[in-house]
């Protein structure tokens, strides 16, 4: 008798204990750490420069290929070759653009009458905010660096045609800064065409009676940090 009293007395505190919780909790945790983003946009070409973006869709990542053909005075009559290849920056914190010629074949030297980095402008023509969701205003608020801010397809030309660039490739064989700004993004996804900074980056060759070379060709390696 005395057995069967305990186990009873078990079984019901066993009873209440499972039956007693009637609220729960759960966590769901995580964190939000500083992201950016760049990825292709769109190509305009100085004349009909055939240029093309792997894969070529608006928003894909940047693999853009530009053909500028032939560049020899006499050959090409066009003021200056190139295109514009417009990037779209994202950011959820403060952001560094670098730039940097990471590969390059078939240049020379201008001592020798061959075409050079130096020959190629380059520059960061243009900013422009892509919609309501950017953070403030960050194409006022970003800094493009010293001397880039330039389209090279509108530089003068000295006395015996060749162009006067402000900057060219030659600028970027090291990794370097060319903008800079505060946070781009006010909240969207990667998919959004209203949250991203709109960077323009201009190449351009002015046709001149260089060293026959067949091809050439220079890879240019953007870096977006969030330091």
């Known amino acids: 008798m005395k057995q069967l009293l305990i186990l009873t007395l078990l079984f019901s505190f066993a009873a209440t204990e499972l039956y007693a919780q009637n609220t729960g909790t759960v966590v769901v945790r995580g964190r939000v750490a500083k992201a950016a983003a760049l990825r292709w946009w769109t190509y305009t070409p100085i004349n009909a420069e055939a240029g093309?973006?792997?894969?070529?869709?608006a928003n894909g990542p940047l693999a853009f290929d530009i053909n500028l053909d032939d560049v020899a005075?006499?050959?090409s009559l066009v003021g200056y070759g190139g295109g514009e290849v417009e990037m779209i920056l994202r950011s959820n914190t403060a952001y560094t653009l670098d730039a940097q010629v990471t590969s390059s074949s078939g240049f020379g030297l201008v001592g020798d009458g061959d075409l050079a980095l130096s020959d190629v402008g380059f520059g960061m023509s243009s900013l422009a905010n892509s919609g309501a969701k950017v953070f403030l205003d960050p194409a006022a608020g970003s800094t493009i660096a010293a001397g880039f801010n330039a389209d090279p397809a509108t530089a003068g030309k000295d006395g015996d045609d060749e162009p006067i660039f402000t900057r060219t490739l030659s600028d970027v064989s090291a990794s370097t800064q060319v903008l800079s700004g505060p946070r781009i993004s006010n909240r969207g996804g990667i998919g959004s065409p209203n949250n991203g900074?709109?960077?323009t980056s201009s190449y351009a060759v002015g046709p001149q009676f260089y060293t026959p070379v067949d091809p050439w060709s220079?890879?240019?390696?953007y870096t977006l940090a969030t330091p």
Request: aromatic content about 0%; proline content about 6%.
């Open 52 to 57: 093309i973006n792997a894969p070529n869709l």
């Open 197 to 199: 900074l709109m960077v």
């Open 218 to 221: 220079a890879t240019v390696t």
């Open 73 to 75: 005075a006499g050959n």
